[in-house]
Structures are given as structure tokens and as C-alpha cells.
């Protein structure tokens, strides 16, 4: 033990005299610092501790917060959740019209600025001012795509108005005559029970099992619109009838797709100073009324009634009935047409196999012929992409032949002939009507006599001329082939409107050139030293002076005019379609010569004068028959097109001039 206590006491002597060593420097420290006290003049004074206002201001912490605590954060979290909440709860329970309106605004400004600042004749960004249109013609067509509902009519009738818009929407906007998208039967469904309290089966006295004793009804669509769609169903009693029911999302769209319609027209008015406005609040209102269907079945049965008391249509025409028992706000049943749509031209025109004083199913108003069980042969021709369920309906085109090439086997002059006259008479013998003519909306089936018979159905878009009006338009009609110019000036001047001779190339859909040729002297001025971007942004500057000159004084402009003109342009497209079997422009002005000597609103005397002038009316009216057989020898022949293609052509120019240019073929493909 005393061999083990050496080496820690050594170990104990080294650590002390290191721990010295180290003492020695820290002691002359010591030394030195009272070596200089001991010099130092002033007292000695104890340790106190420094004066806090002395001391600098502490240094804040640089240490920023975890990032969930950010206020950019939490604010941007906050409006993150309230936008998608919104969006959920829009799309939900409000059928998307917050994002549809958000959706038609940002295009809207984006159309508005790229038009604002490139609308020139040397766009700063785009290579001319033909891609600025059709660039936007994308995003308007892609907006009333994606919207649908009555974008969907919005876009239609742009497809219409060839004389008013480039060439690169009439191209875009072609397709727009294809059928809507239909809903799915629980949306039909559930629009039946809000609107009578009752399940289809109840109302209608349906099944869709094959119950024995009851109706059957099919839950995918025959067709479908931008508003509605249309199921086949055959009631207990043996009727078969087209059932209309409103898409679900309608009733919660409307209003704001129109409020969206005004703000935006309303902008656009005071942003390019182009009276656009006047007209929005009508139309409007009519396209609300479109979704009403009381007042579209209260149209049907004013105009079936119209029809059966007038001679020279009742036999050519027919108005399908509408059963009210079944009908409501949304919902509106009416009697099923079997025929041949217009656009078919084929089946119109084609060999009837359906036996010889036989007319087609349905034609004259009889009923369709039941078709037992054992022998029936179902119709499953739906619109493209519908969805498929149980078909109830029979198939009734044996009458198209075993090959199903055969066809009505009418003339197309006398099919067309009668659209011509029943829309005279709606413009200058009623005062009420149909805006919305278009192939789809009228069907040809064959009488017994082989005659064809026209259907019109769709009533829910038309407009009511009051009486003067309507002697004013008539009049306006008859003095445009008399080329009466100072009647048509009394005439367009007591509407607001600035220039005589561009309303009656806009009212006849071809150059007028009876009047003062003001609008060809606009349009051939001097453009000498301009390169072709300048000459035709200078065109287009005319064409819109031109719109502004049509609309005029707002308050004057009869509202009605719009439409009516919507109707002739649709009445062409047919008439063109089908080959321009018809002189259009003079059985048109017929009818308004005749609506003006036999108006009950007239007195005696001035009808009488009236009849005088109708008379001699007719022998002018030989000039234009000149001109249509003139354009009927070169279609004949293969050098011309027909009237409609010569007038198409010559509205072509003159539209090409003022810097647009029309399509042509609107109702192909």
C-alpha cells in the first residue's frame, strides 16, 4: 500500500507546481493593475453597477415565426377557403352561375383589351387584324361552349348574322346547330316533381317496366336544346306525345347568364362607343319569356288557331297541340310528331315506298297507328353521345324502303314555298312571330294528296307587332322592290334611322340598289397611299359607323326588329340550303302588298286603294320573277348557284368591303 501512495503523492507535487506556474502571470496582473491605482490622482471608488439608461437599446430578435404563423400565409389560406367554399357551394346548390358569370367577365375583358388596344391597322401584337378576330372568335365560341344553357342561343345567333360579323366567327360559330348535351333522368326527374308534386309515373300514367295497362315513357332524350329536352312517351290512352322538360340548372342560371348579358353589353357600349345596349333589355326579356313554358304553349295555340283560320295555309301547315292538363311552367307536353326534319334533304326529296294515297305517319293530324307488340320494330336513333336506356318507341320508316334510302318523294319549291308564306303572313297578316325558324325546328311529312305538309314546332321564342308597326313594315317591304325611296325614307326616318340605303341592304339581305347609292360611294372612296392592312382597317372603322347608323336614335328604333330580322336571315339560310327552289324576295313582298289591303285596321276607302296598288304591285313584281329565272337557267346549266347563292355572293362583296366577310353554307356539315 505505502509502493501504491508514491506515485499519487508525486502526481500531487506535478499538478501544484503546474498549478504555480500558471498562478505567476495571472499575479503580475495583479501587480501591475495596483502599481496603476497607486498612481491614479482621483479617490478610490467601490464597484457599482452601470446606469441602465446608459446601456445600449437591446437588438431585436431576427428569428422569424414558423411559417403556418405568417400573416401572408394565414391571409392567403383564408381567401384560398373562402373561394373554394364558394365554388363548391356554387356548383352545388347554385348550378355554377357565380363561376359561369366569373368565366363570361374575365373573357370578356380579355376580348375588350386585346380589341382596344390592337384593333388597328397595324396591330402592336398580332400580325393583322384578321387573327385579332379570329382569336377571339376561340374565346367567345369556347365560352358559349363551356357555359352552355342560353349561351348556347347567344351563340346560335351569332351564327345567323352573316352580315354583321368577320368571317372568322361565321367559320367558328357553324357548329353551334348540333344537339345540347342532355341530362340525366334524375335531374328530368326531379324537375317533374317540383313542378307537379308527383313522380313521371303519376303524372303521365307511365311505366317504365312494361306494366301492362299503362303508358310507357323513355328516360334518354329524343333531343335536346340549350333549354330543354324532349322524351318520347306513349299515355294509357294510346297518345303519343313529345314531352318538354327544362334542364334542371336553368331556372338558377337565367337570371345571372342575363344580368351577365347587360353588364357586359353595357361596358362594351361605353368602352367602344357603339350603341349595342339599346336593344339588351328586349332581348332579354325575350329570351326569359323562352323559358317559360306557359307562355311558349300559349304561343302554339294562338298560332295553331291563326293557321286553321286561314285559308291559304290551313291543309299546308300544321301546329302540333299542346295537352295544358299535362303542362306546366317547366314541363309542357304536346302532340309527338313523326316526320322529316329540314335539314334532310334527301328524305324529303327521295322515291316514297310508303304505297301509293298514303301520306306519312301522323300527317293531317291523324293519329299515329299502333303498332302491336309482336311486330314492333324499336327507333333507336338518339342524339350522339346520349345516354342509353330502355326504347319504347316504334320504328315507323317503312315507308323509306327496305334499303332505308327512300324519302317523302315532295317538291322542295312547294315545301319551301309554304315556309315563305307562313312566315309572310306571321310578319304582315298577324304580327306574331316565330324568331326561331331554323331546320330543326321544322318538319315535312307527306299528306295523302302527296303534297308536303310543314310542322312547325318551338314556340317559345316570339315577338308581337303592334298594328302600326306592322303597316310600317309592310310597307317598307312593298316600297323596296317599287323602289320607292321616299316612302322607304318616311319610313325608316320615323325609326331613328340615320341611313336609308344600308336598312334596305340589311331588310332585303342583298345590295340595295334603288336608293342613293350612299353606301357603295362610302365604300369605293379613295384609299391611294394606304397599304392593304390600312385599307381594310379603314373598311371595318365604316362598317362600324355603318351598325351605328342602322341602330340610330335607340328610342325610336322598334325593338321588334331585331328579331324579325333574325327570322328573314334563317328563312334565307333554308331557302339557299335547299337550293334556292323559290323566289323568296317576291313572295315575301306579296304578302306584304296583300297584308296591306286586307287589314281590318285600315279604313274602307284606304283598303280599297290598296287593292288598286296591289294589283299594279304585281306586274312590278314581273322583273323579279325575270331575275330568279335568270339565276335558275345558270344553276341549271352548273354556272350559278340560284338566287340565294347570287345574293349570298353579292352581300359577300359588299360585307368584304366594309372589312367583314359571310359564310358560307351556314347549315352545312
Known amino acids: 500500500m505505502i509502493h501504491g501512495l508514491l506515485p499519487l503523492r508525486r502526481a500531487s507535487q506535478h499538478a501544484t507546481h503546474r498549478q504555480l506556474l500558471a498562478f505567476r502571470p495571472f499575479a503580475r496582473d495583479v501587480q501591475a493593475a495596483a502599481h496603476a491605482r497607486s498612481v491614479q490622482s482621483s479617490a478610490w471608488q467601490p464597484l457599482r453597477p452601470p446606469n441602465p439608461a446608459d446601456l445600449p437599446k437591446p437588438k431585436p430578435r431576427s428569428t422569424k415565426p414558423p411559417l403556418r404563423r405568417r400573416k401572408w400565409v394565414r391571409r392567403l389560406f383564408a381567401v384560398s377557403t373562402l373561394v373554394g367554399a364558394a365554388y363548391f357551394l356554387d356548383t352545388r346548390f347554385n348550378a355554377a352561375a357565380l363561376t359561369r358569370s366569373y368565366r363570361t367577365f374575365k373573357t370578356g375583358l380579355i376580348i375588350g383589351v386585346d380589341y382596344k388596344i390592337n384593333f388597328r391597322a397595324h396591330p402592336p401584337f398580332a400580325p393583322s387584324i384578321e387573327e385579332v378576330h379570329a382569336r377571339n372568335a376561340r374565346r367567345v365560341f369556347h365560352l358559349l361552349e363551356d357555359n352552355g344553357g342560353l349561351y348556347l342561343k347567344i351563340g346560335q345567333a351569332i351564327a345567323m348574322q352573316s352580315a354583321v360579323l368577320p368571317a372568322e366567327f361565321q367559320k367558328m360559330f357553324a357548329q353551334m346547330f348540333d344537339d345540347a348535351p342532355q341530362n340525366e333522368w334524375h335531374d328530368v326527374e326531379q324537375v317533374i316533381r317540383e313542378d307537379f308534386g308527383k313522380s313521371p309515373e303519376e303524372v303521365f300514367g307511365v311505366t317504365f317496366t312494361g306494366e301492362r295497362g299503362r303508358g310507357m315513357m323513355e328516360k334518354t332524350a329524343r333531343a ?7 322524351h318520347w312517351a306513349r299515355l294509357p290512352d294510346g297518345r303519343e306525345v313529345a314531352i318538354k322538360v327544362q334542364k ?21 357600349t361605353w368602352w367602344f362607343d357603339i350603341p349595342m345596349y339599346t336593344l339588351v333589355p328586349y332581348i332579354s326579356e325575350r329570351l326569359m319569356l323562352e323559358t317559360d313554358f306557359v307562355n311558349e304553349a300559349n304561343n302554339a295555340e294562338e298560332m295553331r288557331q291563326l293557321v286553321a283560320g286561314e285559308s291559304r295555309l290551313n291543309g299546308r301547315v300544321y301546329i302540333p297541340a299542346v295537352y295544358r292538363e299535362l303542362s306546366s311552367r317547366r314541363v309542357m307536353t304536346a302532340e309527338w310528331i313523326e316526320g322529316v326534319r329540314l335539314w334532310d334533304k334527301e328524305g324529303i326529296t327521295n322515291r316514297w315506298h310508303g304505297g301509293w294515297r298514303q301520306g306519312s305517319p301522323g300527317a293531317g293530324g291523324a293519329l299515329l297507328p299502333f303498332i302491336s307488340k309482336r311486330n314492333v320494330k324499336l327507333d333507336t336513333h338518339t342524339p350522339t353521345g346520349a345516354p342509353r336506356n330502355q326504347f319504347f318507341k316504334p320504328d315507323r320508316s317503312s315507308w323509306r324502303g327496305k334499303d332505308e334510302k327512300g324519302g317523302l318523294g315532295v317538291s322542295l319549291k312547294t315545301t319551301m314555298n309554304t315556309i315563305v308564306d307562313l312566315f309572310s303572313a306571321q310578319m304582315f297578316l298577324w304580327g306574331l312571330v316565330h324568331c326561331d325558324p331554323h331546320p330543326g325546328n321544322i318538319f315535312i311529312r307527306r299528306l295523302p294528296s302527296g303534297e308536303p305538309e310543314v310542322v312547325l314546332i318551338d314556340h317559345g321564342l316570339y315577338i308581337k307587332m303592334n298594328p302600326e308597326f306592322r303597316h310600317q313594315y309592310a310597307l317598307l317591304w312593298k316600297s323596296l322592290l317599287a323602289f320607292d325611296n321616299d316612302s322607304i325614307k318616311d319610313v325608316v326616318s320615323s325609326w331613328g334611322i340615320d341611313n336609308p340605303d344600308l336598312f334596305a341592304s340589311a331588310t332585303l339581305l342583298r345590295p340595295y340598289q334603288g336608293g342613293d347609292s350612299s353606301t357603295l360611294n362610302a365604300l369605293n372612296t379613295d384609299g391611294s397611299g394606304k397599304d392593304a392592312q390600312e385599307r381594310a382597317f379603314d373598311m371595318q372603322v365604316k362598317g362600324r359607323e355603318a351598325i351605328k347608323q342602322i341602330l340610330g336614335d335607340g328610342k325610336k328604333l322598334p325593338q321588334e326588329l331585331i328579331f324579325i330580322g ?6 334565307q339560310g333554308n331557302n339557299q340550303f335547299l337550293g334556292s327552289p323559290v323566289n323568296r324576295i317576291k313572295i315575301t313582298g306579296l304578302w306584304a302588298s296583300r297584308a296591306l289591303a286586307e287589314s281590318k285596321d285600315l279604313v274602307w276607302s284606304e283598303r280599297w286603294r290598296n287593292w288598286v296598288k296591289h294589283l299594279r304591285f304585281r306586274f312590278v313584281l314581273l322583273g323579279s320573277d325575270l331575275v330568279f329565272y335568270w339565276y335558275r337557267l345558270k344553276q341549271i346549266v352548273g354556272v350559278g348557284g340560284g338566287m340565294e347563292e347570287e345574293i349570298e355572293e353579292r352581300m359577300r362583296v359588299m360585307a368584304k368591303d366594309f372589312g367583314v366577310e359571310l359564310n358560307h353554307g351556314v347549315f352545312e356539315g
Open 248 to 268: 334542371r340548372e336553368i331556372a338558377k342560371q337565367v337570371g345571372w347568364d342575363l344580368w351577365t348579358f347587360k353588364v357586359v353589353a353595357k361596358i362594351y
Open 224 to 230: 335536346s336544346g340549350s333549354v330543354a329536352q324532349v
Open 566 to 571: 333574325r327570322n328573314l336571315r334563317i328563312v
